[in-house]
T-cell receptor, first 114, second 116 residues
Framework: DTAVSQTPKYLVTQMGNDKSIKCEQN?????MYWYKQDSKKFLKIMFSYNNKELIINETVPNRFSPKSPDKAHLNLHINSLELGDSAVYFCASSQYRGAGNGYTFGSGTRLTVV | AQTVTQSQPEMSVQEAETVTLSCTYDTSESNYYLFWYKQPPSRQMILVIRQEAYKQQNATENRFSVNFQKAAKSFSLKISDSQLGDTAMYFCAFMTIQGGSEKLVFGKGTKLTVNP
C-alpha cells in the first residue's frame, strides 16, 4: 500500500528518557513534515524537510532533532523527555513544492511521558 | 502571520440532514490554498476537500462542498445527507507558498457528531 507510515503507534516512557519516532513514505513525495497535536487537538507544525534539506523549523526546543537520511524518511528524536511532550505526533508528506497540494498524513504516534 | 478560526467547537446533526461548519482566516496574501481535513476516532487525518484561492468556483467532493467567500475570508464546509461515518473532528487549514516553502496552518477544529 502507498502510504505514510509511522512507528511506533504508541510510546510510553519516563521523564528524562530519549526516544525516536520513525516515518517513511513510499509516495515519491519530495517534502516531509512533523506536526504535534496537543491534548486539545490543536495541530502545529514543527519541522519541514525537502529532499533532506531543513525548510521549516518552528520554535521547537532543541531537545527535538529531526533527521532525514533520504527524501523518503524523516525521523524525530527527542532528548530528555518532559511531561509536556506528551502528545500525538504526525508525520506527513507532499509533492510538488509550491503547488499547494494537500499533505498525506501518517496515522500518528501517541507519546505519553510519565 | 496567517490564522485560521473555527468558531464552533462542537456540533451535532441528525443522520441524513445537512450541516455547515464555519471557518474564517486572516491573511494578506493573494495566492493561497484552503483545505478541510477530517480526523475520525481512528486518529487518521483525511483530506476532505481543497480550494484554490484564485478559483471562484466552489469545490465539491460528493456530499461535501464549500462556500468560499474570498472577500469575507470565509471558507465553510457543507456536509449533505450526513452519515454516521461523518462523525469526526473537522479541521480547516490554510496554506501559502512563500520563498519556496509551504506551510499548512490549522484551525482548532470542530467536533461533529452525527446522531442516528
Amino acid at each position: 500500500d502507498t502510504a505514510v507510515s509511522q512507528t511506533p503507534k504508541y510510546l510510553v516512557t519516563q521523564m528524562g528518557n530519549d526516544k525516536s519516532i520513525k516515518c517513511e513514505q513510499n509516495l515519491g513525495h519530495d517534502t516531509m513534515y512533523w506536526y504535534k497535536q496537543d491534548s486539545k487537538k490543536f495541530l502545529k507544525i514543527m519541522f519541514s524537510y525537502n529532499n533532506k534539506e531543513l525548510i521549516i523549523n518552528e520554535t521547537v526546543p532543541n531537545r527535538f532533532s529531526p533527521k532525514s537520511p533520504d527524501k523518503a524518511h524523516l525521523n524525530l528524536h527527542i532528548n530528555s523527555l518532559e511531561l509536556g511532550d506528551s502528545a500525538v505526533y504526525f508525520c506527513a508528506s507532499s509533492q510538488y513544492r509550491g503547488a499547494g497540494n494537500g499533505y498525506t498524513f501518517g496515522s500518528g504516534t501517541r507519546l505519553t511521558v510519565v | 502571520a496567517q490564522t485560521v478560526t473555527q468558531s464552533q467547537p462542537e456540533m451535532s446533526v441528525q443522520e441524513a440532514e445537512t450541516v455547515t461548519l464555519s471557518c474564517t482566516y486572516d491573511t494578506s496574501e493573494s495566492n493561497y490554498y484552503l483545505f478541510w481535513y477530517k480526523q475520525p476516532p481512528s486518529r487518521q487525518m483525511i483530506l476532505v476537500i481543497r480550494q484554490e484561492a484564485y478559483k471562484q468556483q466552489n469545490a465539491t467532493e460528493n456530499r461535501f462542498s464549500v462556500n468560499f467567500q474570498k472577500a469575507a475570508k470565509s471558507f465553510s464546509l457543507k456536509i449533505s445527507d450526513s452519515q454516521l461515518g461523518d462523525t469526526a473532528m473537522y479541521f480547516c487549514a490554510f496554506m501559502t507558498i512563500q520563498g519556496g516553502s509551504e506551510k499548512l496552518v490549522f484551525g482548532k477544529g470542530t467536533k461533529l457528531t452525527v446522531n442516528p
